[in-house]
């Protein structure tokens, strides 16, 4: 089966200095692939520069089958390549109903069906798509996010720690959701410092530290090795 995202010897730096250092990995259609890993081990850094946020200096990103490393991010994005930055990145004084339509700027023949969907799955954000995105609770503004992501109709969501800042009500909550999508069919590459939820929610995960690849496995055998639990899980 060929991967629907792979990625190969991926090298990226900051001014030189190397942070994403031999990465490979692949995500299959339908899946959802977590990465885990500390803070600064170059989580985010790998992200974007799959989704063309940033450009690799070595290796290479295949999206079915295609290289898309030199691609900008609009073109990425308007292949089905969707990244959703932990930082959210909303508008503030626009509405949530104008934040949404700027997601779907690459398909927007297609908006009101897309609007109309993800409206029905987050109820919330229904209630309030009058209301400005920058008065939301942090939940919200998580669900804003992931939804403008939806607008562009991504093949792959690639989630950059969703729960950051929630309160642990809305991390289930949230990850619910995502269940949901997960089951429409929707590919989905997870970065999470929430490793427990992390793990349960995704098929494999892939461990990375200091900009590379050092564990990978099926989550649920990660869930239970004994080095995980330690680093990661809290357990002595
Ligand atoms: N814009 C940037 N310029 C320079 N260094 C950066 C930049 N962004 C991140 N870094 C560095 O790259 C490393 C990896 O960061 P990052 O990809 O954000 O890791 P993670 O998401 O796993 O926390 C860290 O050492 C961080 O300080
Ligand atoms: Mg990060």
Excluded: W
């Excluded at 398909?107 to 109309?116: G, I, V």
């Excluded at 008065?135 to 562009?152: F, K, N």
């Excluded at 410092?193 to 200091?210: D, M």
């Amino acid at each position: 089966m060929s991967a629907l995202v792979g990625v190969a010897r991926l090298e990226v730096s900051y001014a030189d200095i190397p942070v994403v250092r031999g990465v490979s990995l692949d995500i299959h259609e339908g899946e959802a692939v977590a990465v885990i890993g500390p803070n600064g081990a170059g989580k985010t850094t790998l992200f974007k520069a799959i989704a063309g946020v940033l450009r690799p200096c070595g290796g290479e990103v295949r999206y079915q089958g295609d290289r898309i490393d030199g691609l900008r991010h609009y073109e990425t994005v308007r292949r089905g390549v969707v990244y959703v930055p932990a930082e959210r990145e909303l508008f503030p004084q626009m509405s949530v109903l104008e934040n949404l339509e700027l997601g779907a700027y690459v398909s927007y023949k297609s908006r009101a069906e897309r609007l109309s969907f993800v409206l029905g799955l987050f109820p919330r954000l229904r209630e309030r798509r009058k209301q400005m995105a920058g008065t939301l609770s942090g939940g919200e503004q998580q669900m804003l996010a992931i939804s403008r992501g939806l607008m562009a109709r991504p093949r792959i969501l690639l989630l950059d720690e969703p729960s950051t800042g929630l309160a642990p009500f809305f991390v289930s909550e949230m990850y619910r959701q995502l269940a949901r999508l997960k089951q429409e069919g929707l590919t989905i590459l997870l970065a999470e410092q929430q490793v427990p939820h992390a793990l349960s929610f995704t098929e494999r995960a892939y461990v990375l530290e200091n900009g590379r690849i050092r564990l990978s496995g099926q989550s649920r055998d990660l869930l239970g090795d004994p080095e995980i639990q330690k680093s990661y899980l809290g357990v002595a």
